[in-house]
């Protein structure tokens, strides 16, 4: 199952608008730019739940540096959708009437995915921001320096 975490606003009255923020293939433990823009709705009085994909671990490698391994499956990963769509219908903090998605990198194609197949549920809002320009354009310059590097060993 799925890990997600509620974060209510910082003022405001329940219940609360919400977006939920499906951030792709990260261990819940990682910050990203979804992060971000998160913690400016809250600032705005939207709760925020960010959605957290089973079968994502992290761990020690050989190597001493930590490992984050996916599992991708598709079809956990739409259940994984499913599900949070299913806590929140029951979560009497949340206005089901103000419900917005937020779905960067390969979440985007999954929550489009779910959309078409599972449309109990429509958002209010919806956005998706997917690195269709590649990874070199997308990810922090740490990240970019890293996929040059490995670029460069592969060829």
């Given at each position: 199952?799925?890990?997600?975490?509620?974060?209510?606003?910082?003022?405001?009255?329940?219940?609360?608008?919400?977006?939920?923020?499906?951030?792709g293939l990260v261990h819940y433990s990682e910050e990203n730019k979804c992060d971000l823009l998160l913690e400016e709705l809250i600032r705005e009085g939207i709760a925020r739940?960010?959605?957290?994909?089973?079968?994502?671990?992290?761990s020690e490698g050989n190597n001493g540096l930590r490992e984050i391994r996916c599992e991708f499956n598709l079809q956990k990963l739409i259940e994984d959708?499913?599900?949070?769509?299913?806590?929140i219908k029951s979560d009497e903090r949340i206005d089901k009437e103000r419900v917005?998605?937020?779905?960067?990198?390969?979440?985007?194609?999954?929550?489009?995915h779910y959309f078409a197949k599972e449309w109990h549920f429509p958002p209010r809002a919806y956005a998706s921001l997917s690195p269709l320009t590649g990874w070199d354009a997308f990810g922090r310059e740490n990240l970019r320096e890293f996929v040059a590097i490995v670029k460069d060993i592969n060829n």
């Open positions: 199952m799925s890990e997600s975490r509620y974060y209510p606003p910082k003022n405001g009255r329940e219940p609360y608008p919400v977006v939920l923020a499906f951030p739940i960010r959605v957290n994909y089973s079968g994502i671990s992290r959708i499913g599900s949070a769509f299913e806590k917005g998605v937020f779905a960067p990198s390969i979440s985007a194609g999954l929550i489009g």
